[in-house]
Nanobody, 119 residues
């Protein structure tokens, strides 16, 4: 089992920055993908950014050039640096851990951290 704990959310003005962190603990499978999703009120959860253990990264079009995902494998931690924040970035941000293997891959979620961007 894997547990994820997010931190770093809060209230920020438009144009500001925040950095989210997510620490994974438990039985970490070395070949994995960690990601940030977000869910705004009344909307579906959407992928923001992902990064594999081999540092392959992917971003939603809406955050390209503004957000940067990174990870520290030694600390089992993934980060999301969010710059030039917009009111439409307001959402609960969730950390996700997914094992990249065929047999019984684990898919774990954090509890979420709220990001509010004021205009």
């Amino acid at each position: 089992q894997v547990q994820l704990v997010e931190s770093g959310g809060g209230l920020v003005q438009a144009g500001g920055s925040l950095r989210l962190s997510c620490v994974a603990s438990g039985r970490i499978y070395s070949i994995n993908k960690m990601a940030w999703y977000r869910q705004a009120p009344g909307k579906q959860r959407e992928l923001v950014a992902s990064i594999t253990n081999s540092d392959s990264r992917d971003y939603a079009d809406s955050v390209k050039g503004r957000f940067a995902i990174s990870r520290d494998n030694a600390k089992n931690t993934v980060y999301l640096q969010m710059n030039s924040l917009k009111p439409e970035d307001t959402a609960v941000y969730y950390c996700n851990y997914r094992e990249l293997r065929y047999f019984n891959p684990l898919d774990a979620w954090g509890q979420g951290t709220l990001v509010t961007v004021s205009s």
